[in-house]
């Protein structure tokens, strides 16, 4: 007779076991196979931690130089990719780059298309099949800071640079975005490690909105290009990937921390929402927001401290101590802090999400990987609705309409 119960918005629904990731929202604990992010952040690199997340240890170190030649060596794009980003506005968000980018790269490999090859491709465990599914991990996660720099490079009217040999994964993203033409050029030290602590802690998050697309969509057994895709046109709406650059156009919009008290009040009577505030999983505190403010003062060091930073800490302690934001237990996400760091690096402020979805390609992975391998195989994601339009009614030609 139909179902009866809505779970608007997923909030006690659980589609999957998983052992990627583990998130308690109250204490304000995460951890990746285990790890404390605290941990992780402090000691690993993005690539080892990208290793850790996908095959669910910390490699040996054969294991690790392995892992990073592949993905370096697959950084590399197809020089007619060149062509496919000067077809793009001058003015095109790079979100919609990156993510049309994404479905783009499937078209080059015939050999990760379920459709051509059998839609057991991935699903069979066996070591072709392993091996087909690690190419392509390698390709994506590669081949994600090549097509963000083409989309930030195209823009500004300026040349594509060749992925570089001899630099880690975000000391050859920077290259790659600012490179002009001196031989010896080399990424900052500071920032460049600063990024990568970024991208570890943007690695994974469970099944947040990105994710769960992408399974979803995984889940019909397409190729990982097409379902990477759809994770990151998820991630780029402003309540998920999108809130760093929303937070920053919010102090922006704010302008000083006089200006706090009635932004505020705003919020309060639902004019505005609090970016970088909030979430569904957390209702403490988010760890990764500790993480990205220590980060934010070694990069503050380098670069200068970044004009928002009082308006965004004159905020941040207005919306601590308000009654409203304490009762519905609203505290700083990893995004309230995270923008202005890219800020003061000098990325441009639509470029914000893009710096979430790279890194955030290694979890989706991740996740799409154990979903294909998972006992029993691939289940299609189709959830249920309740249905609450009309009964049965017959067709009325147009002419006997009122
Ligand atoms: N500003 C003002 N009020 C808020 C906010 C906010 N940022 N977040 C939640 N609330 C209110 C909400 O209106 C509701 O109030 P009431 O109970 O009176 O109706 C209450 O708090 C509970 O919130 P909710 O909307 O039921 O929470 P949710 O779990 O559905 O949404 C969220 C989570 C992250 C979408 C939401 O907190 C939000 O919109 N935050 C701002 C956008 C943002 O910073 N997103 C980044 C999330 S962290 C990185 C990521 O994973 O993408």
């Not at 030290?189 to 600063?194: M, N």
């Not at 990325?347 to 979890?363: E, K, M, N, Q």
Request: charged fraction near 20%; include cysteine.
């Amino acid at each position: 007779k139909g179902l009866r119960v809505q779970d608007k918005g997923f909030l006690n629904t659980a589609v999957i076991r998983s052992g990627i990731t583990y998130i308690d929202g109250d204490a304000g604990v995460l951890r990746y196979r285990g790890y404390p992010i605290e941990q992780l952040a402090l000691k690993s690199s993005h690539l080892e931690t990208a290793y850790l997340l996908i095959y669910g240890s910390l490699p040996t170190n054969e294991q690790f130089k392995f892992f990073e030649s592949e993905v370096m060596r697959h950084s590399v794009m197809h020089a007619d990719a060149e062509g496919f980003f000067r077809s793009f506005r001058y003015d095109a968000h790079p979100m919609s780059m990156l993510t049309s980018a994404f479905a783009m790269l499937g078209s080059y490999y015939s050999e990760a298309n379920p459709s051509l090859q059998g839609q057991r491709l991935y699903t069979q465990g066996n070591a072709a099949s392993l091996a087909t599914m690690d190419r392509q991990i390698y390709r994506l996660i590669g081949k994600a800071t090549t097509l963000a720099a083409m989309a930030y490079r195209v823009r500004q009217g300026r040349n594509f640079v060749t992925p570089p040999t001899g630099l880690s994964y975000t000391g050859s993203f920077l290259y790659q975005m600012d490179h002009l033409s001196e031989e010896n050029y080399t990424p900052n030290p500071v920032l460049e490690k600063a990024l990568d602590v970024l991208f570890l802690i943007h690695a994974d998050h469970e099944l947040n909105a990105s994710c769960t697309t992408v399974l979803q969509t995984g889940s019909s057994l397409v190729d990982p290009y097409s379902a990477i895709a759809a994770g990151c046109a998820s991630l780029y709406g402003p309540l998920h990937g999108g809130a760093n650059e929303a937070v920053i156009r919010m102090l922006i919009s704010i302008g000083s921390p006089q200006n706090v008290p009635a932004f505020i009040e705003a919020v309060k009577r639902r004019e505005k929402t609090l970016s970088g505030f909030g979430h569904r999983v957390y209702k403490t505190s988010d760890p990764r927001s500790f993480i990205v403010r220590k980060t934010a003062d070694e990069v503050f060091k380098v670069t200068g401290k970044d004009e928002l930073l009082e308006t965004a800490m004159a905020l941040h302690d207005a919306a601590m101590k308000d009654e409203y934001f304490i009762k519905r237990k609203l505290a700083p996400n990893v995004d309230f802090w995270s923008g202005l760091i890219y800020r003061a690096m000098g990325f441009p402020l639509d470029f914000f999400p893009v710096l979430f979805a790279v890194p955030r390609v290694v979890g989706w992975l991740a996740h799409w990987r154990q979903m294909m391998l998972q006992e029993g195989g691939v289940k299609i994601w189709r959830p249920r609705q309740v249905y609450v339009g009309a009964g049965k009614r017959d067709y009325v030609p147009v002419e006997e309409r009122e």
